[in-house]
């Protein structure tokens, strides 16, 4: 059931499906799903939570517990948030796009949070590096930053038809708008793939300055 609820994901999206059409996919009969199912919307968190899960597992073993030091991790970390959404736009779909609670299933609900509890880490390794009277808040930062990780992973990155065109690389425009993003709010930037402390940015900086 698995299987097919996340090929008719893929196919018709999260919400383009019935739990007796997913039964047909699967070759059972109509009743079968009953007996491990309550009805489709269990069978789409059981799904979701599965993503979860995996996710997990790709943003953890990119952090490699934060070595060698937080931007390098971090950057491992981005680059795995786009390579699930682009080798997994089912399970992708499933997270985000099917209209679920987080608190509709404990196991869920924990699987989540263990991927938000992950980029909360990633966040404070980086927030860490800047001197105390211009760190922003951490929970803040982690927010700002998971949401740029989903929308250029959502517009630009899945693997599905829906992913729009783009003159460059998901890559390195998630790379451009963290870097933006972390200089503006802490004063980072990358220079040479080292990351330095440089002063909060100016409102009214040139794009030479940046």
Request: hydrophobic residues 45%.
């Amino acid at each position: 059931m698995i299987r097919a609820a996340l090929e008719l994901i893929a196919q018709k999206g999260p919400a383009g499906f019935t739990f007796a059409e997913a039964a047909r996919w699967a070759g059972v009969s109509p009743a079968a799903p009953y007996r491990h199912f309550r009805d489709r919307d269990e069978l789409l968190i059981d799904v979701a939570r599965r993503g979860f899960d995996a996710f997990a597992v790709r943003l953890d073993s990119a952090w490699r517990g934060g070595r060698p030091d937080g931007f390098t991790a971090f950057d491992r970390v981005a680059k795995a948030y786009l390579r699930f959404a682009n080798s997994e736009p089912a399970y992708y779909s499933a997270m985000f796009e099917a209209g679920i609670p987080p608190a509709a299933s404990p196991p869920l609900q924990e699987a989540g949070e263990r991927v938000f509890t992950l980029l909360r880490t990633a966040s404070e390794r980086l927030v860490a590096t800047v001197p105390a009277q211009h760190r922003p808040p951490i929970l803040m930062t982690t927010l700002h930053v998971w949401a740029l990780l989903h929308g250029v992973a959502s517009l630009f990155g899945r693997g599905d038809a829906a992913r729009r065109s783009l003159p460059m690389s998901p890559e390195d425009l998630l790379e451009a708008s963290l870097l933006i993003y972390l200089r503006g709010v802490g004063g980072i930037r990358v220079s040479n793939r080292c990351w330095n402390f440089i002063g909060p940015v100016s409102l009214t900086a040139t794009p030479d300055d940046m």
